[in-house]
């Protein structure tokens, strides 16, 4: 979950109901340590704690301890500190999970940037799944043009011109090429 979302009373929910949750803590976070691991510094991994939050209304959405991991990642050069109620796993799996977190906001970022699904026409899962599948089989047909004729054009403005020109009976070498006649 994303710290934006970061809702102690959600949290526990899930806790109560046998599900496991990792998500970013805010930097204004109010807690006491209450018990520490140790962790091998070399891997990234800063410390693995178990803590109990601090401030009134916190305290009371999220009674029990949390997994506190601080972890420094040397790509980005950043801190990133987590909080878990998984206490099983070990501390850098929680970090890699957390990272196939990101790649998947990454996914849905590249899919709203460049196969432009304003809205989805449907709700079920079925109706999502099929609309994104078309979109990608489009954005991948297109790259496939791009490069059978090699047009040097961004994929991006293939897409803007194809959708102008989508119902001409214009040859579609002609439509993409400078050499226009």
Do not use: H
Request: with cysteine; glycine share 2%; proline share 2%.
């Amino acid at each position: 979950m994303d710290r934006g979302y970061l809702d102690f009373a959600r949290l526990y929910s899930f806790t109560q109901n046998l599900s496991t949750f990792i998500t970013r803590a805010k930097t204004n976070l109010d807690y006491r340590r209450v018990y520490y691991r140790k962790v091998n510094k070399t891997t990234g991994l800063r410390c693995d704690q178990t803590i109990k939050l601090n401030g009134y209304y916190a305290s009371k959405d999220y009674p029990a301890v949390l997994r506190r991991i601080s972890y420094f990642d040397v790509e980005t050069d950043k801190r990133l500190v987590f909080l878990t109620n998984n206490f099983t796993l070990p501390p850098l799996t929680i970090v890699r999970l957390y990272k196939c977190r990101w790649r998947i906001e990454i996914f849905f970022k590249w899919i709203k940037q460049y196969l432009r699904i304003k809205t989805f026409f449907g709700i079920t899962e079925n109706a999502v799944k099929t609309q994104i599948w078309i979109a990608i089989s489009v954005y991948v047909l297109v790259a496939i043009i791009k490069k059978e004729l090699e047009i040097e054009l961004s994929l991006g403005e293939i897409l803007q011109i194809l959708s102008i020109v989508l119902f001409e009976k214009v040859p579609i070498t002609q439509v993409l090429t400078k050499n226009l006649s």
